[in-house]
């Protein structure tokens, strides 16, 4: 690729407030809100971090007013930060702290456009919750596989800019593989309708993929078509206890082998990240008595009412245990059960904010390697900071690990932060050197823009400033996140 100096520009002038007066009249007066008491939520993740001001929140309701919102602040050259339910975790959908950007909330956007149970599609726009989503799918007796633990807040439009992963990933994939078509405003306000239920069309560049992960920095998704499946007639959940992540590998091997893509979800959890969550949730119970080091959490199901995914499954775990590879099992009797399995899992975050300071990564390796990565890594964290505790847990089935650590009880909360930087050295170094990823669902925003550069191919990172400077030439579009705002290639 040809060598070319690219620079991403951004403007520091205070927005005229002129701009407010020709916002209102395009969302209404009640679709602009200027006072801190009202903007303040929009201007701080949900975890407290990246803490901003914005100069204003716009609220549209409509693909058309948001198009215009957007010419008329292209207009201006004045900067916009889309924003869904504002569960981000690297800080890609807040303001920054000039207070001169405004955020473009889709919150108002939230109708479910159109359900076909025969195209297996339903046409929603971004800012739908993602259980909204959900409900509406079961009512038409169909399935939206997408689940995540921030789902009651979380939003289509925010799923979509960060890719995100979920629980189900093993079986159904990445957010991407959910879209069938976009409907995107562009940094001129004009509108790409690509909004089809077709499961081919081989017309040129598929351009949905685009703005799939590309955190609101080249496009404002606006709707969505989204894929739907049969719902599960059928589905058994299993604790299972350990020796090793290898141990954990070789069992999804295992299942898939004679489960094939009945197998949906499989998280594996340390022993540590177990105790942290029965520690700060007291009512939870381990399904099994023995503490093994490593559990994973495994779900199959199945459409079909006539394959016997049950007596499959078990005949499987049997199976493992008489091979050593695994050391005890519990099977879900109930969905109540399944509920209290699910839930172990699902309060891990929650209990490491209850727990105190740690550093969180999310980081992927080949499935082959997770051992290898965890062995490797451990030892020379423990180097750094000798008591740290490794709250390890994630989904196993794509490689993706949410590889984080606690605070050493005895530690200072300040000595123990100022070894982050070498802590994340640690980690982002030994995940690229066995052909990892530094970030696998949560994005780069602004958290992770100077490792992107360390790490990715130079000539991906220069195709992506192609690519940006090409669609938001003036950079209006989440201008800083992803990307640097400058920078010479």
């Excluded at 040129?204 to 703005?211: A, M, S, T, V």
């Excluded at 949730?281 to 779900?299: D, H, K, N, Y």
Aim: net charge negative; hydrophobic share 40%.
């Amino acid at each position: 690729m040809k060598s070319a100096n690219l620079m991403l520009h951004t403007q520091t002038s205070v927005p005229p407030q002129s701009l407010l007066s020709a916002l209102a009249r395009i969302v209404g007066p009640h679709g602009v809100l200027t006072k801190q008491v009202d903007t303040e939520a929009y201007s701080i993740e949900h975890r407290g971090n990246y803490p901003g001001q914005a100069w204003a929140v716009v609220l549209p309701r409509t693909t058309d007013e948001v198009s215009a919102v957007v010419r008329t602040c292209a207009e201006h050259c004045v900067r916009l930060i889309p924003q869904g339910g504002n569960t981000g975790l690297v800080g890609g959908s807040t303001p920054d702290d000039s207070g001169h950007e405004i955020v473009l909330s889709l919150k108002r956007m939230n109708r479910i456009r159109n359900i076909s149970p025969f195209d297996n599609a339903m046409t929603v726009e971004a800012g739908c919750i993602l259980q909204s989503v959900q409900e509406a799918a079961a009512a038409q007796n169909r399935m939206f596989p997408l689940t995540l633990g921030s789902e009651g807040s979380a939003t289509i439009g925010g799923n979509l800019s960060t890719n995100a992963g979920g629980d189900q990933v093993v079986r159904y994939g990445n957010t991407r593989e959910q879209v069938l078509g976009l409907e995107v405003v562009l940094a001129d306000g004009s509108v790409l309708n690509g909004l089809s239920s077709l499961r081919k069309d081989n017309t040129g560049y598929d351009l949905k993929h685009l703005f799939i992960g590309g955190e609101g920095t080249l496009g404002i998704i606006t709707a969505a078509t989204l894929k739907l499946y049969p719902v599960p007639r059928q589905q058994a959940t299993a604790w299972v206890a350990l020796q090793s992540p290898d141990k954990a590998v070789a069992l999804l091997a295992a299942l898939g082998e004679e489960l094939g893509d009945r197998v949906t979800a499989f998280e594996i959890m340390a022993r540590e990240t177990v105790n942290l969550v029965l520690t700060h949730f007291p009512q939870m119970r381990e399904p099994l008595p023995t503490a093994a080091p490593w559990v994973v959490l495994v779900e199959v199901s199945e459409a079909s009412r006539s394959v016997p995914v049950r007596e499959e499954f078990e005949a499987a775990l049997v199976q493992a245990i008489e091979t050593d590879c695994i050391l005890d099992v519990a099977l879900a009797a109930s969905g109540q059960q399944r509920q209290a399995m699910w839930n172990i899992r699902s309060h891990i975050p929650e209990a490491q904010r209850k727990d105190g300071p740690s550093l969180k990564h999310d980081i992927s390796v080949p499935i082959s390697r997770i051992s290898e990565f965890i062995e490797t890594v451990v030892p020379r964290m423990q180097a750094i900071v000798p008591s740290i505790r490794c709250i390890t847990f994630g989904h196993v089935g794509d490689g993706n690990l949410h590889f984080n650590q606690s605070k050493p009880k005895e530690m200072a909360k300040e000595e123990f932060l100022a070894a982050a930087t070498a802590i994340h050295e640690v980690v982002h170094e030994t995940a690229a050197a066995i052909g990892g990823s530094i970030s696998a669902e949560h994005g780069i925003g602004r958290q992770k823009q100077d490792i992107l550069l360390r790490y990715k191919d130079p000539v991906a990172i220069q195709m992506m400033y192609c690519i940006k400077n090409a669609l938001d030439p003036n950079n209006i579009f989440n201008p800083g996140r992803v990307l640097p705002l400058r920078q010479s290639l």
